[in-house]
């Protein structure tokens, strides 16, 4: 049963439930630095260093925040990660300013003036919680437990178990607003109707082409550190080539191989025709035709896999390269082009 007494307990046990992000240093002292010093420019001293991980995305970029006098004051890259190689994005780095940030909302506040005169009063950790099981309570007694919303910054692993599947889900709300919402969410979404999955992470150590629809991924992206700077070091190597279809000419598409302007929306009716040239061409005969077993193709799931290849075939026939020019503005060569080059070069990453 939801009381104060257990609102309070859980409040203990998850204190980050009320962080809004920054920077995770909870036990950071106990684990080895691995490298890396940094010395205060004014006094000379050596700065201590705490090894952590940023939380400024979902990416969680193992990192070495400096402390001088107890103070944050500069974040850098874990040099021996495996995962970054040592590399973090301005964005993680400005993490120093999010902690200290005199706007930080530290203590529990209550309006005391209108809504949006700016007239808040510091309350006691008690007041806060007495009041918000007490709201909350009400609630559940009018059976209306999903008029509460939970809404938080960043929350991970065990923290989101335990507040999530746990005391929301036994207080009876599924009403959660975070930093997700406004994020990534649309592209999860996106890639939920599409792929059934959400988290796209490309293997580019060990691919040799890259088709981009969209993505900006040496800008902006999901695991961006870890990715871009995997993409970065082939690109480097001129032993990869990426090509990027995008309306506007984003960072990565100006660094790719070859930036294709398609009109908005229509990046599908371009893979349509690349499939389209891949089937009728038998372009995906060899290392790439096992996993035409996988395919579904009917309701029934368990043809051969020349059965799957002949409905492919003949679903296909209609999106041809000049169909998808008319919709796209991409020309019917460049469409054949690019299938082609996509289909032949091993392996290749979509
Ligand atoms: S990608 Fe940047 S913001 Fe995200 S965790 Fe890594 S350093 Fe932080």
Not at 68 to 84: A, D, F, H
Not at 111 to 128: F, N
Not at 220 to 231: V, Y
């Given at each position: 049963?939801?009381?104060?007494?257990?609102?309070?307990?859980?409040?203990?046990?998850?204190?980050?439930?009320?962080?809004?992000?920054?920077?995770a240093l909870g036990h950071a002292s106990n684990l080895p630095v691995f490298g890396g010093k940094d010395y205060s420019p004014i006094t000379g001293k050596e700065r201590t260093a705490i090894p952590s991980a940023c939380w400024q995305c979902v990416t969680r970029c193992p990192n070495i925040s400096y402390v001088e006098n107890g103070r944050l004051v500069k974040i850098e890259g874990q040099p021996n990660s495996i995962r970054t190689h040592g590399v973090m994005c301005a964005k993680g780095q400005a993490g120093v300013n999010q902690t200290n940030d005199p706007d930080r909302i530290l203590h529990?506040?209550?309006?005391?003036?209108?809504?949006?005169?700016?007239?808040?009063?510091?309350?006691?950790?008690?007041?806060?919680?007495?009041?918000?099981?007490?709201?909350?309570?009400?609630?559940?007694?009018?059976?209306?437990?999903?008029?509460?919303?939970?809404?938080?910054?960043?929350?991970?692993?065990?923290?989101?178990?335990?507040?999530?599947?746990?005391?929301?889900?036994?207080?009876?709300?599924?009403?959660?607003?975070?930093?997700?919402?406004?994020?990534?969410?649309?592209?999860?979404?996106?890639?939920?109707?599409?792929?059934?999955?959400?988290?796209?992470?490309?293997?580019?150590?060990?691919?040799?082409?890259?088709?981009?629809?969209?993505?900006?991924?040496?800008?902006?992206?999901?695991?961006?550190?870890?990715?871009?700077?995997?993409?970065?070091?082939?690109?480097?190597?001129?032993?990869?080539?990426?090509?990027?279809?995008?309306?506007?000419?984003?960072?990565?598409?100006?660094?790719?191989?070859?930036?294709?302007?398609?009109?908005?929306?229509?990046?599908?009716?371009?893979?349509?025709?690349?499939?389209?040239?891949?089937?009728?061409?038998?372009?995906?005969?060899?290392?790439?035709?096992?996993?035409?077993?996988?395919?579904?193709?009917?309701?029934?799931?368990?043809?051969?896999?020349?059965?799957?290849?002949?409905?492919?075939?003949?679903?296909?026939?209609?999106?041809?390269?000049?169909?998808?020019?008319?919709?796209?503005?991409?020309?019917?060569?460049?469409?054949?082009?690019?299938?082609?080059?996509?289909?032949?070069?091993?392996?290749?990453?979509?």
């Amino acid at each position: 049963m939801l009381n104060r007494r257990n609102l309070l307990k859980l409040g203990a046990a998850t204190p980050i439930a009320f962080a809004t992000g920054g920077i995770a240093l909870g036990h950071a002292s106990n684990l080895p630095v691995f490298g890396g010093k940094d010395y205060s420019p004014i006094t000379g001293k050596e700065r201590t260093a705490i090894p952590s991980a940023c939380w400024q995305c979902v990416t969680r970029c193992p990192n070495i925040s400096y402390v001088e006098n107890g103070r944050l004051v500069k974040i850098e890259g874990q040099p021996n990660s495996i995962r970054t190689h040592g590399v973090m994005c301005a964005k993680g780095q400005a993490g120093v300013n999010q902690t200290n940030d005199p706007d930080r909302i530290l203590h529990p506040m209550r309006r005391v003036g209108k809504r949006g005169e700016g007239k808040w009063k510091r309350i006691s950790w008690d007041e806060a919680l007495s009041e918000l099981a007490g709201r909350m309570k009400g609630l559940r007694d009018k059976g209306e437990p999903e008029k509460f919303m939970f809404h938080y910054g960043r929350m991970k692993a065990s923290h989101s178990k335990l507040i999530k599947s746990l005391f929301l889900a036994n207080y009876g709300t599924g009403t959660i607003g975070n930093h997700t919402s406004i994020c990534e969410a649309a592209k999860w979404t996106g890639q939920e109707m599409c792929f059934n999955k959400h988290y796209d992470n490309w293997d580019f150590d060990n691919t040799n082409y890259v088709l981009n629809f969209g993505s900006n991924v040496l800008e902006s992206h999901t695991n961006h550190i870890p990715t871009s700077h995997r993409l970065i070091a082939r690109m480097a190597k001129n032993d990869i080539k990426l090509v990027t279809f995008d309306v506007r000419m984003s960072n990565t598409a100006a660094k790719s191989n070859e930036w294709v302007p398609v009109k908005p929306g229509t990046d599908r009716a371009v893979i349509l025709a690349m499939c389209n040239v891949i089937m009728s061409e038998d372009l995906y005969k060899g290392e790439g035709e096992e996993f035409l077993k996988f395919v579904r193709t009917s309701s029934v799931g368990d043809e051969p896999v020349s059965a799957k290849i002949a409905t492919l075939k003949a679903h296909l026939a209609e999106y041809t390269p000049e169909w998808a020019e008319g919709v796209s503005t991409v020309s019917a060569d460049k469409i054949r082009e690019i299938a082609r080059e996509f289909a032949t070069t091993k392996p290749p990453a979509y």
